[in-house]
């Protein structure tokens, strides 16, 4: 079973923590530090495919040299202030990359591995691109 915690620390900041002790500052923009509660799901999303998309593209043995998410995403403009659309934007570096395997990947992660998109699904159209460097 997942879990984290979240405990405030103070004016508009919070820590939170997750099973494995790993921690993020979480805050409003007017505090000045910390990460958006809202932002933080784009951030879950993108580091979820990031790690499915490694792990893919290494098992068939493509040597990545470098992994980039650029997330964005559109909210309802009134309260909660609903994800509606989020788009991923993948840059990618490595010898031996090919659109075949980097599609596949993607593909697989946004439909098969990653519980964020999974949850997501349904309320969140997830659209997605990529670009292939030679180095980044």
Request: charge should be negative; aromatic fraction near 6%.
């Amino acid at each position: 079973m997942a879990n984290a915690n979240v405990r405030w620390i103070g004016g508009k900041q919070f820590i939170g923590v997750d099973s494995t002790n790993h921690s993020v500052v979480i805050s409003t923009p007017d505090e000045g530090v910390g990460m958006k509660p809202s932002e933080l799901l784009l951030v879950a999303l993108a580091s979820c495919t990031a790690v499915d998309v490694v792990e893919i593209l290494l098992k068939k043995r493509i040597d990545l040299n470098a992994l980039e998410i650029t997330a964005s995403g559109e909210q309802d403009s009134d309260p909660p202030w609903t994800f509606r659309k989020i788009h991923l934007f993948y840059k990618l570096g490595g010898k031996g990359l090919t659109k075949t395997a980097v599609e596949q990947a993607i593909q697989l992660s946004e439909q098969k591995y990653c519980s964020v998109s999974s949850s997501l699904r349904g309320v969140t159209q997830i659209t997605t691109n990529y670009e292939l460097f030679s180095d980044i």
